[in-house]
């Protein structure tokens, strides 16, 4: 879903509508490029003040250019955005703790230097606005939920410090959240609780609004698929339930989450919950062939399947608010019906390979009509055929593509089947506007070149960086994988759009062995949503690439914190200027000419397949 307006000169801004957030993209015609400065962008919302987005970058002295009294200078006002798109995630720096959701009105302004290279006054006549609406994503029987995910970002420096503890010293599994976890380098308090609302955003909105809607109501049942199992508030909700009799749980037992001394935190899980159970309350430990990997609630009413949340979120305090993951909510009876007779083959099965040879694991399921788009679920582990064709028509799709391929795959690696493989290719087919990231690219990180029109594949663990003022030094993540989504997207803004998304790592091992569930979703609005994290994504972690110990030398120990006044900044945009140069501690400004918008209209450049596919 995308709002377009355009003025009487041509400067056009779309507005794509993401899960709370907004990706601006904007275009000029090649003429009115001359001398540009950037973009200005105002934001205007029911209940709270008119405000600019801030720019991270500012120009080297602001006093030799034009300035609106009472922004500062890192303000988009006094400091405009150099790029053709930005992604805007609303957040409390502009507001009070409770994030706005509802209709935005994002007034863009185009600015210029005057001959000598100082910006020039705001002139509000080249201004256009875009107005949709900015809310957790909902259509019809489907919503979705994302983890921000960017604990290796200044935005949860600036809100939590650069040393957050996500736990309490010790292995306590069930404590209180709302315990004070720290301060930040302001010297606030913050409560782990809060931590999670921020780090989980509205992947930890819709796991607890399913949760709590089945802890409230006596006429709810549900059943859980479970990975990784420990985050504290989820657990105590499981317990509650279970002293109810109205969950029953398959809990994976692979060597990650078992052992012998039963001292693992889903060991200790399972062993409160069996004191907890009453009436009809029971849980299952198994692995099918390696791993029980789905991470799945089935909600019934009145004994009757009706709500199913899927994704790749594990239900622990890493897959929570660590990772970058998403989550699905289904509100419709035939997909929940599905899903429910799964459970009960795998129940059945005691969470083996015997669920390999039924008849879930042998087709895809597909849905269509009462408020659903076109949906195509398969669940594993499958039978070795099955396994490869599943995969084979990603890769297909993949490599057919004529449009545009993002992705956030956790890992890469070769050998491990053909959507894998197809992945790593596409960032080289230059007709394909294709972005890309994960956590481990298993033939290296290739990198976008300045005036070459190839793809993207960025790595998400850039490692211990060196950021150049004005950005404060971050905490290399050590807690689990950054990149935990496996999503890729087709043709996210044409007739063809599809997203492939769930638990699947989308490899041929996981496939075979694994308890998963692959969703294709076929629908433009939703593909766009994935769209949009891909891109603050990539953006975000092909920035700290390039101040990675990987590409800087120069990084022999932990880097100091830099230029303290910007630590009281906040930014509440993903999207970062790409004109960092690798190796460089050299502080980054803004440029004062118009040099750096002209890639975006070299015709050999992906700054401009990146235009004019956005704009």
Request: aromatic share 12%.
């Amino acid at each position: 879903m995308y709002t377009k307006n355009q003025n009487a000169s041509g400067f056009s801004v779309k507005a794509y509508r993401g899960d709370a957030k907004t990706l601006l993209a904007f275009n000029l015609p090649p003429a009115a490029t001359k001398n540009l400065a950037g973009f200005t962008i105002a934001c205007t919302t029911d209940g709270v003040p008119t405000y600019y987005l801030l720019n991270q970058l500012q120009f080297a002295d602001p006093s030799k250019h034009a300035q609106i009294k009472g922004e500062p200078s890192y303000s988009s006002a006094n400091a405009p955005f150099q790029k053709f798109y930005w992604v805007h995630v609303p957040g409390n720096f502009h507001q009070t703790n409770q994030v706005h959701y509802g209709n935005y009105t994002y007034l863009v302004t185009p600015r210029y230097f005057n001959d000598k290279g100082s910006l020039l006054a705001l002139n509000s006549s080249l201004s256009v606005s875009v107005t949709l609406n900015v809310s957790p994503f909902s259509d019809g029987a489907v919503s979705l939920g994302f983890t921000r995910g960017f604990v290796q970002s200044q935005a949860f420096v600036h809100h939590f410090g650069n040393k957050a503890p996500f736990k309490p010293s010790g292995n306590t599994l069930l404590f209180n959240t709302k315990a004070v976890a720290g301060k930040n380098d302001a010297g606030q308090s913050y409560t782990f609780e809060q931590e999670y609302s921020w780090s989980g955003f509205t992947a930890r909105e819709r796991i607890f609004d399913v949760l709590n809607g089945v802890l409230n109501d006596s006429s709810q049942t549900i059943n859980v698929f479970a990975y990784d199992l420990n985050e504290p508030d989820v657990l105590q909700i499981l317990l509650s339930l279970a002293k109810q009799g109205r969950i029953r749980i398959i809990l994976d037992n692979a060597t990650l989450h078992h052992s012998s001394s039963g001292t693992l935190p889903e060991d200790e899980f399972e062993q409160a919950f069996k004191k907890a159970a009453k009436g009809k309350a029971a849980i299952k430990r198994g692995k099918f062939g390696r791993f029980a990997h789905d991470k799945i609630f089935i909600v019934y009413k009145n004994q009757v399947p009706s709500v199913i949340l899927t994704g790749s979120t594990n239900f622990s305090v890493t897959g929570m608010y660590v990772n970058s993951n998403h989550v699905m909510v289904f509100n419709d009876l035939s997909v929940a019906k599905t899903y429910a007779a799964v459970f009960e083959e795998s129940w059945n099965d005691n969470v083996s390979m015997a669920f390999s040879h039924s008849s879930y694991a042998a087709k895809k399921f597909s849905f269509n009509g009462n408020h659903l788009p076109a949906i195509d679920i398969s669940f594993s582990p499958h039978e070795a055929k099955f396994a490869l064709s599943n995969l084979q028509d990603l890769a297909n799709r993949v490599s057919s593509e004529k449009n545009s391929v993002l992705f956030a795959v956790m890992a890469l690696v070769p050998g491990t089947g053909p959507v894998l493989q197809a992945l790593e290719n596409i960032h080289t087919h230059q007709q394909v506007f294709s972005y890309g990231i994960s956590d481990s690219p298993g033939s290296g990180i290739a990198l976008y070149k300045p005036g070459q029109p190839n793809g993207i594949l960025v790595n998400a663990k850039p490692g211990q960086t060196k950021l150049p003022p004005p950005f404060d030094q971050e905490e290399t993540v050590g807690l689990g994988h950054q990149i935990h989504h496996k999503f890729v997207i087709c043709d996210f803004n044409g007739n063809n759009a599809v997203v492939y998304c769930g638990s699947s790592n989308l490899a041929l091992g996981g496939e075979s062995e694994n308890g998963d569930n692959l969703v294709a979703i076929h629908d433009q609005d939703i593909a766009t949503v994935f769209a949009i994290e891909a891109f603050a994504l990539v953006d975000h972690f092909n920035f700290r690439d390039k101040y990675g110990a990987a590409h800087n030398p120069q990084i022999t120990g932990k880097g100091n914190s830099n230029n303290s006044k910007t630590k009281a900044k906040a930014t509440t945009s993903k999207s970062k200027t790409t004109a960092a140069v690798a190796g460089t501690t050299h502080a980054m400004e803004l440029v004062v000419n118009d040099q750096w918008a002209k890639a975006y209209y070299t015709d050999s450049d992906m700054h401009c397949a990146e235009r004019k596919l956005l704009a």
